[in-house]
């Protein structure tokens, strides 16, 4: 996982690779938390691009950091998903809490001006 | 007709939900499923072993047990354990209900395993433990 500051629109990136589970989920979480509170951005966005496979503890997650974002009044993006990931995004609603673009510029875009 | 079958009996730590799916989908590999049924049956079976995990024993010590059986082109897995028990099945399969709210659970691990599976079915006694039979059939 990398993690990275888009100074200009307060966004944490967070690129995730490889399988998000439970297992997975918690360091994920630890990290992105600790980061939000020391760069003081109001934003996530997840890359899926490089993630091969995502269960209900991926959505559980996600949903979490959505939580954190809203009390800020930010937003969580995710962007580069799969279409199997896209799926279960859907199947869960959490296309209606989070920003589901294509890319960062595209949810960027989307999920700031929506602010 | 019965063409194979396997058991897998593993500790109830969370490193060991990709060790399971995948011994679930090198299992099937036989049956030559897409891409797709192999992805859908992973998650199913991760949604399975997870729970045992964290409901079942409550990230505590425990021991997950995974069955798997082939019957010409369809699979059957079955993921058990001797953990708490689900008091109330018919909820716990609600989508978005979840018994963990507060660890950030989403409460769709039932719904996903009725959506990639044919068929989901679960028996549970409170304090004995918990089975989730699911079964799919694999036409290439």
Known sequence: MELYLSGKYR?????????????????IKESVDREMARTGAVNIAFDLGAVTFMDSSGIGMIMG??????????????????D????????????RLVTVAE?????????VCNV | MYKNSMRLEFPASSDNERFA?????????????TVDQLSEIKTAVSEAVTNSIIHGYDNEYGSVTMEGSIFDDTVEFVISDDGAGISDIRRAREPLFTGKPEMERSGMGFTIMEAFMDSVEVESE???????TMSKRISG
């Open chain 2, 21 to 33: 799916r995948t011994v679930a989908a090198a299992f099937i590999l036989e049956l030559d499923p």
């Open chain 2, 126 to 132: 409170v304090g004995k433990g918990t089975r989730v």
């Open chain 1, 103 to 111: 890319s960062l510029e595209d949810g960027l875009k989307e999920a």
């Open chain 1, 65 to 82: 950091r959505s939580k954190i974002t809203s009390a800020l009044g930010g937003r969580v993006i995710v962007y580069g998903a799969s």
């Open chain 1, 84 to 95: 199997n990931i896209k799926r279960i995004i859907s199947m869960s609603g959490l296309n």
């Open chain 1, 11 to 27: 966004a944490l990136v967070v690129r995730v690779a490889g399988e998000l589970d439970h297992h997975a989920a918690a360091g």
